[in-house]
């Protein structure tokens, strides 16, 4: 399974930006999809998950309001719309998926066994 993580840039505090995550090599129907977060010096951390049954999502505290995460199966590509960026939300952004994710183990990225590379969002104050 392939995860390719795009869609990152250098952005105005305020403005949005939509990443994108399109898998190959699996039916994105039966993944759990997940978007992660490292800034530099700092431990990644969830931003927002996906189930693959019934499309329920998550959303980190600092991100809710702000931050919608989608998915479109028939493009095998999951989305995270982000608006009103902030500067705290610099960091290198992942997708990960996995197909046998139990609820309780969503927000954990030691929970999913595939992984793109990362996008760099930048946002200046």
């Known amino acids: 399974v392939q995860l390719q993580a795009s869609g990152g840039g250098s952005v105005q505090a305020g403005d949005s930006l939509r990443l994108s995550c399109a898998v190959a090599?699996?039916?994105?129907?039966?993944?759990?999809v997940g978007w992660f977060r490292q800034a530099p010096g700092k431990e990644r951390e969830v931003v927002a998950t996906?189930?693959?049954?019934?499309?329920?999502?998550y959303y980190t505290d600092s991100v809710k309001g702000r931050f919608t995460i989608s998915r479109d199966n028939a493009k095998n590509t999951v989305y995270l719309q982000m608006n009103s960026l902030k500067p705290e939300d610099t960091a290198v952004y992942y997708c990960a998926g996995d197909s046998q994710l139990i609820l309780s183990e969503r927000t954990n990225a030691r929970s999913y066994h595939y992984w793109g590379q990362g996008t760099h969002v930048t946002v200046s104050s």
């Open positions: 996906i189930r693959r049954t019934g499309g329920s999502t």
């Open positions: 090599g699996r039916t994105l129907s039966r993944l759990d």
